[in-house]
């Protein structure tokens, strides 16, 4: 199993609701990522997560909150959340330690409005 | 600070020419480099990689890249393109490390006329 899996596909929110991204996968990677990617733009990383610990965290704002429960879940909690969050939001695993490439899911694509 | 460029935004081929898609990387020692093609509301699929050794790598669907030190680039081929490559394809590197930091280069839309 070669698969990074998200659900959902797509989710539309107001800006007070509290909704959840997931992640997952089954190739026994350690490190789990999550970008956020606009339109015709590059993905920016947000989050990574290396053995469970959130290692690296790219200044989000707090009304983005990750969780990555065990080594093959990584969830995105998202509350209050504002239009120009509007986007496509990727998530990526990788081997982990000495391990470069990163293999992505299919994305949800979200909407708040 | 390492960073990547690809200097085309937008390609376009016609079905059965040749390709080649350029990048650009800034990075002192040396880079561990990807490319990666994105199809309209998906993913990242990884085409191929440059870690060390043989500096023209081999990927999936009949890509390959050609690492250069001298010029500073990795540039993406493909002798013979399809109407299904059509796709966004992104250039990265690794930027710190740990290895768990990828910089994407902008982007370089190719189109492909029948």
Redesign the interface.
Same mark, same amino acid.
């Given at each position: 199993d070669t698969e #990074?899996t998200?659900t959902p596909k797509h989710l539309v929110m107001g800006m007070t609701n509290k909704k959840s991204l997931k992640c997952e996968q089954h190739m026994g990677h350690r %490190?789990m *990522?999550w970008y956020k990617q606009k339109a015709?733009? !590059? !993905?920016e @990383?947000m989050f #990574?997560y290396?053995y469970e610990k959130l290692?690296?965290n790219e200044s989000v704002p707090s009304r983005f909150s990750p969780e990555c429960p065990n080594s093959s879940l990584l969830n995105l909690h998202l509350h209050a959340l504002q239009p120009e969050d509007s986007a @496509?939001y990727?998530c %990526?695993s990788?081997q982990g &330690?000495?391990? *470069?490439?990163?293999?992505? +899911? !299919? +994305?949800t &694509?979200l909407t708040v409005t | 600070a390492q960073s990547v460029t690809q200097p085309d935004i937008h390609i376009t081929v016609s079905e059965g020419a040749s390709l080649e898609l350029r990048c650009n990387y800034s990075y002192g020692a040396t880079p561990y480099l990807f490319w990666y093609v994105q199809s309209p509301g998906q993913g990242l699929q990884l085409l191929l990689k440059y870690f060390s050794g043989d500096t023209l790598v081999q990927g999936i669907k009949g890509f390959e890249a050609e690492f250069k030190r001298s010029q500073s680039s990795f540039n993406l081929r493909k002798p013979s393109v399809h109407w299904s490559d059509a796709a966004e394809y992104f250039c990265a590197v690794v930027t710190n490390n740990a290895g768990n930091m990828l910089t994407f280069g902008g982007g370089t839309r190719l189109m492909v006329k029948p």
């Open positions: #990074v998200q %490190a *990522y015709k733009k !590059p !993905p @990383l #990574v290396s290692s690296i @496509l990727l %990526a990788s &330690r000495n391990s *470069y490439e990163q293999y992505f +899911g !299919p +994305g &694509r | -």
